[in-house]
């Protein structure tokens, strides 16, 4: 029997983990693929180092007349990540008292999860064998398929989050980016069309303007419509003081290619504007 059991290795099952091992519980944390989670590998960790980076290429440019080197840009944000891996690293949690399993589990009755058979500790010796998560975990038995049960007193289920993308025809053809993938661009875009009106798209829009690319925002639900109007007000006049076009409450009806770049036809177009953007789309995990 452990105490909690925390599936997800993300912020909220670091914190979690660390703080219940530190008050005397005995923890287990479950983790598929790499602790860290989004804040770490493609969140708040990048995305802060790439708005750091493009706000010191926009002050160059304007004092120099210099562009940015994007290869450097990647680079810092590479950098970044793993000076601060080791702090979310299964190594740091165990040294926190909270035994780290790779893999899944599922629940199969009140205080009682199960792992699959091929589960394993990760340390930083590799990752142990069934004996070991016995003596680890506190393994409650086997089920029918040699999976490993745990009992525990408490769990916590913080999986995380995907990025939401919209359904419009054509897109899956023209291929797109999404705040997960946008960090393995190796080019700086020209053109970069988000869809979303999100914080993660004012981000990435204010970064990628500011590095060079002609970005427009199209914020179908309208621009940060969570936050205060007079605070979005005031980020809208942010992007587009940095070339940003916003375009407001407008859906997109489909996605064509043309000349190897896509382009996005808006429902609702201006006389004022055109109506397909040249891009690379990416779409924001909170529309």
Known sequence: MIDLLVIGGGTAGIVGA????????????????????????T???PSKTILSA????????????????????RARIRATITTIEPDDSPEAL???????????????????????????ILSGTGILGSAEIAGAAGVAGRGADAAQRIRFRQALVVTGSAPA?????????????????????????PRLLVIGGGPIACELGQ???RLGSH?????????LPKEDPDAAAL????????????LLDDEPTRVHLSSGSSHSRDSSPSPDRSDSTDSTDSTDSTR
């Not at 160059?60 to 940015?68: F, K, Q, S, T, V």
């Not at 040294?95 to 394993?120: D, K, Y």
């Open 207 to 209: 970064a990628f303007a």
């Open 18 to 41: 660390k703080t219940a091992a530190r008050l005397g519980a005995r923890t287990v944390l479950i983790e598929q693929h790499r602790t860290g989670g989004d804040c770490l590998w």
């Open 165 to 189: 993308v919209p359904t419009i025809p054509g897109l899956d053809a023209a291929g797109y980016v999404t705040s997960e993938t946008v960090w393995d661009l190796t080019a700086l875009p």
């Open 94 to 120: 165990e040294r926190a008292g909270v035994t780290v399993l790779h893999g899944t589990a599922r629940f199969i009755a009140p205080g009682v999860a199960e792992i699959p058979s091929g589960t394993g």
């Open 215 to 223: 970005v427009t925002v199209l914020a179908r639900a309208g621009l």
């Open 54 to 73: 493009a706000g010191r290429a926009a002050l160059i440019r304007e004092a120099a007349g210099l562009e940015p080197d994007f290869d450097e840009v």
């Open 43 to 45: 969140g708040c960790v």
């Open 235 to 246: 980020v809208q006049a942010s992007l587009e003081r940095d070339g940003v076009t916003v």
